[in-house]
T-cell receptor, first 111, second 116 residues
Framework: DAKTTQPNSMESNEEEPVHLPCNHSTISGTDYIHWYRQLPSQGPEYVIHGLTSNVNNRMASLAIAEDRKSSTLILHRATLRDAAVYYCILLPYNQGGKLIFGQGTELSVKP | EPEVTQTPSHQVTQMGQEVILRCVPISNHLYFYWYRQILGQKVEFLVSFYNNEISEKSEIFDDQFSVERPDGSNFTLKIRSTKLEDSAMYFC??????????????FGPGTRLLVL
């Protein structure tokens, strides 16, 4: 299973942008980059995914490096509700939906 | 918005007892999963299920575990003889595609299992 590396924790101030990095230097050509988050005492929640191009949705943006060896999840204006553990996961296109969670980045948001 | 539901929210059982954890996936989804999370540890994949059979299972999912879709709406995880180390939060998830571009898994709120 392809491996990702994320910082253990990050801090942000409310209403400021947050950039959550993820390294995946061994990514293969068919791996999609998925981000999930887990709010306290809840199940994981899908955030965004992409393959090569940058992606935007109502929750966040995903910036993918040109060589695909790293990506950054961008929360444009952090709110207190965004405090969660964020997981960067590689999902091979042809190997089913098994999600392999790492330790993720615990994001705390200060008022 | 449709959501995955799980019952019970909490379950306490004695070691050696059987437990059944229940999930109602999103109604038009075809792919179902169980994950678990031991307190303070990462989320771990247990099993995936499609077309009434197991698609993939992890090393954790041994003979003590089984899954079933007994009717058109429920998806269950059974642990035949619980051990202390089975204490964890168990999450059910469902998706409407497998290995496709739009793959997104929707997770339930979890069942916290405590084995005494």
């Amino acid at each position: 299973d392809a491996k990702t590396t994320q910082p253990n924790s990050m801090e942000s101030n409310e209403e400021e942008p947050v950039h959550l990095p993820c390294n995946h230097s061994t990514i293969s050509g068919t791996d999609y980059i998925h981000w999930y988050r887990q709010l306290p005492s809840q199940g994981p929640e899908y955030v965004i995914h992409g393959l090569t191009s940058n992606v935007n949705n109502r929750m966040a943006s995903l910036a993918i490096a040109e060589d695909r060896k790293s990506s950054t999840l961008i929360l444009h204006r952090a709110t207190l509700r965004d405090a969660a553990v964020y997981y960067c996961i590689l999902l091979p296109y042809n190997q089913g939906g098994k999600l392999i969670f790492g330790q993720g980045t615990e994001l705390s948001v200060k008022p | 918005e449709p959501e995955v539901t799980q019952t019970p929210s909490h379950q306490v059982t004695q070691m050696g007892q059987e437990v059944i954890l229940r999930c109602v996936p999103i109604s038009n989804h075809l792919y179902f999963y169980w994950y678990r999370q031991i307190l303070g540890q990462k989320v771990e994949f247990l099993v995936s299920f499609y077309n009434n059979e197991i698609s993939e299972k992890s090393e954790i999912f041994d003979d003590q575990f089984s899954v079933e879709r007994p009717d058109g709406s429920n998806f269950t995880l059974k642990i035949r003889s619980t051990k202390l180390e089975d204490s964890a939060m168990y999450f059910c998830a469902s998706s409407d595609s497998l290995g496709q571009i739009q793959e997104t898994q929707y997770f339930g709120p979890g069942t916290r299992l405590l084995v005494l």
